[in-house]
């Protein structure tokens, strides 16, 4: 991935710096400092992680940002406002938190894992033949900042670069709403095979900005409830989706 707490998150998690037991305590601890302040202890939180990158501050941010967005300034900063919630770790908030970090940390520990932050270039360049990727890069066409932008030139440097590996991939990216269609599926991606998922998106300042989407998967190997890329096009130019 390319954000870099997001990694250091897991590889927290990996080396045992972060366990569930750590995570409940801390979150206690933080979330009465919180209720305490009617929620300005929010703003030190985030002062301080963008000084440390401390992923505990980082877990802590993501559960009681606005919306849960995960956005971040030009210098790296993250950014995003107060949920305005200051009860917002009340214990079954907490046991739930506690309760992903011990099923990832489990998850982990039986497995041969590497978390990198790098470039996509970089890992495009290591694929093999008989690798299986699934790649989630930013949604072009729509709104992002998340750690950094995306462009139609990457759009095109991940598609070129999956195919030459001759891995087989899978891509999640939206396909339509009820405004518009992601035309780049029928340009760039047009020689995939195509899956739905109906999406109800909770981010956006205002309830009229929150609507389904239907999302896509691409793929270059056909799967299951998957159809071929001139199939979806029509089912699409026919609203049959």
Not at 86 to 94: D, E, K, M, S
Request: hydrophobic fraction near 35%; charged fraction near 25%; charge should be negative.
């Amino acid at each position: 991935d390319s954000n870099p707490h997001l990694i250091r998150f897991y590889q927290a998690i990996q080396n045992r710096e972060i366990t569930p037991i750590i995570v409940k305590q801390y979150l206690i601890e933080e979330g009465q400092r919180l209720l305490e302040t009617n929620g300005s202890h929010y703003y030190v939180i985030r002062e301080r992680f963008n000084e440390t990158g401390n992923p505990l501050d980082f877990l802590f941010l993501s559960r009681s940002c606005f919306n849960g967005m995960m956005r971040f300034n030009k210098k790296g900063g993250f950014n995003v406002p107060f949920c305005k919630k200051p009860n917002r770790f009340a214990q079954a908030l907490i046991t739930k938190i506690v309760n992903q970090v011990q099923a990832v940390s489990s998850i982990i520990e039986q497995g041969d894992y590497e978390f990198r932050c790098q470039d996509f270039t970089v890992t495009l360049s290591e694929l093999e033949p008989n690798d299986f990727v699934y790649v989630d890069p930013p949604y072009i066409g729509r709104h992002v900042d998340y750690f950094d932008s995306w462009s139609e030139d990457e759009e095109i440097i991940l598609r070129n670069g999956l195919f030459n590996s001759n891995s087989s991939f899978v891509l999640s990216t939206w396909l339509s709403n009820k405004y518009r269609t992601n035309d780049y599926v029928f340009s760039i991606w047009k020689d995939c095979y195509v899956a739905t998922k109906e999406h109800f998106y909770h981010v956006g300042g205002k309830e009229s900005n929150r609507n389904a989407v239907y999302e896509a998967i691409l793929s270059n190997v056909r799967l299951r409830d998957s159809i071929s890329n001139s199939e979806m096009k029509e089912r699409v130019l026919m609203g049959h989706l």
